[in-house]
């Protein structure tokens, strides 16, 4: 069993930055993909950004060039740098760890609100 934790939203306003964590409660990010995803009200849950085992990211392309998904190995966290915010990425935030043949953990997300 795997625990993800997400922490790091708020309210921002447009243009500004906030920067998401995902603590894992144990070490898996060598063999798990790890994910953001978003879902705005009445909306379906979207991939935002990934990172495999290898380290290899992609992001929606709506969000190309303004953020950056990292992870610290050693503090078993996952990262979502999220620059120049436009209120259209107001949603609930979450981290997901997804295998091939292991269960899938999702977090339990947290808020972003982008807004003047």
């Keep these: 069993q795997v625990q993800l934790v997400e ?16 603590a894992a ?21 979207d991939l935002v950004a990934q990172i495999t085992s290898s380290g290899r990211t992609n992001y929606a392309d709506s969000v190309k060039g303004r953020f950056t998904i990292s992870r610290d190995d050693a503090k078993n966290t996952l990262y979502l740098q999220m620059n120049n915010l436009k209120p259209e990425d107001t949603a609930v935030y979450y981290c997901k760890a ?3 043949i292991l269960n899938d953990y999702w977090g339990q997300g947290t808020q972003v609100t982008v807004s003047s």
Excluded at 7 to 22: A, E, I, K, T
Excluded at 32 to 43: S, V
Aim: net charge positive.
């Design 7 to 22: 922490s790091g939203g708020g309210l921002v306003q447009p243009g500004g930055s906030l920067r998401l964590s995902c």
């Design 25 to 45: 409660s144990r070490s898996i990010f060598s063999i798990y993909t790890m994910g953001w995803y978003r879902q705005a009200p009445g909306k379906q849950r």
């Design 98 to 100: 997804t295998h091939t």
